[in-house]
């Protein structure tokens, strides 16, 4: 039987009426498993930053990370492509007060075996999104400072994610909701991208995620952890459910459903189910193909 990680009665959260996040899940027993679920229908479609304006590169673009062993060290824009980012340690201490807006914290990342800084529940979302992903083989958080000399001063910005792939790309990201999104930071991104086109990585702004969807990660996070995985199961699994096919049965079919259900929810996604949607019993779950 699989170890299971705490217990399997998990709280979600949804939109509520007006919009806001509001806590609501649905306890469903069956078969001695305790599922929480959400209770917010599909939801529409959120609002997107819109996708940066060219900008000219700057001609003296450093980039400042702290590496492995600790020491700050700086490389020009024609070196970056070199540099492993992706475990740099965070550029910046990040505050943490009473009352303050954000919530900042360590994710434990399956990709990496080790904790990747965050600084709201947005970036957490995103990189809890990066992490689930079984191409990516590095994450880092605040992984670098990056400077240039604007019109009037030197100007730095520090991304919120590092990610790199197993194909050797890289994505750079900036989380931040669109409201809050200003005519200042839409111009900051706007030579980011341009930076991380010179070098070679893809640029994205992340906004606020389908609340369905953030539910449906978190929930599914707990059981991101090597120990939860049993082999045999997840081969039988496999085997099992080439088709479309309901949750529960699928698992009461393969066995206890205390043991099956965590490697049903197989964190590196080889089973495969539409997170956009409520999870319940009924939920279809199929083979991930690709």
Not at 37 to 54: E, G, K, M, V, W
Not at 214 to 225: E, K, M, P, Q
């Amino acid at each position: 039987m699989a170890p299971v990680p705490g217990s399997w009665h998990r709280s979600g959260t949804c939109a509520g009426a007006d919009g806001t996040a509001a806590a609501a899940a649905l306890s469903v027993v069956c078969c001695r498993v305790s599922l929480v679920i959400t209770t917010q229908p599909r939801s529409t479609r959120l609002a997107a930053h819109p996708d940066p304006s060219p900008a000219a590169l700057p001609s003296d673009v450093v980039l400042t990370h702290v590496p492995p062993d600790g020491r700050r060290a700086s490389v020009v824009l024609a070196e970056a492509g070199g540099v492993a980012f992706e475990w740099s340690g965070p550029a910046r201490r990040i505050p943490g007060h009473r009352g303050q807006r954000n919530m900042p914290g360590w994710w434990w990342s399956s990709s990496t075996r080790g904790h990747v800084v965050y600084e709201s529940w947005l970036e957490r979302h995103h990189l809890m999104a990066f992490d689930r992903l079984p191409q990516v083989v590095g994450i880092s958080g605040q992984p670098f400072a990056v400077s240039w000399t604007g019109d009037l001063r030197r100007e730095r910005h520090i991304p919120d994610l590092f990610v790199r792939f197993a194909d050797g790309g890289g994505v750079v990201v900036d989380c931040r909701p669109v409201a809050r999104a200003d005519e200042n930071f839409y111009r900051v991104a706007a030579i980011s991208r341009a930076i991380c086109e010179e070098v070679g990585w893809e640029y994205r702004l992340a906004a606020e995620p389908d609340p369905v969807l953030a539910a449906n990660l978190t929930w599914l996070a707990g059981y991101r952890r090597p120990y939860v995985l049993d082999e045999r199961t997840a081969v039988l699994l496999l085997e099992a459910t080439a088709d479309p096919a309901p949750l529960l049965p699928s698992a009461s079919a393969i066995g206890e459903p205390m043991a099956v259900l965590p490697t049903l929810f197989l964190w590196t996604g080889r089973m495969a189910c539409d997170l956009g949607r409520p999870l319940a019993d009924h939920t279809m779950i199929w083979r991930d193909r690709g």
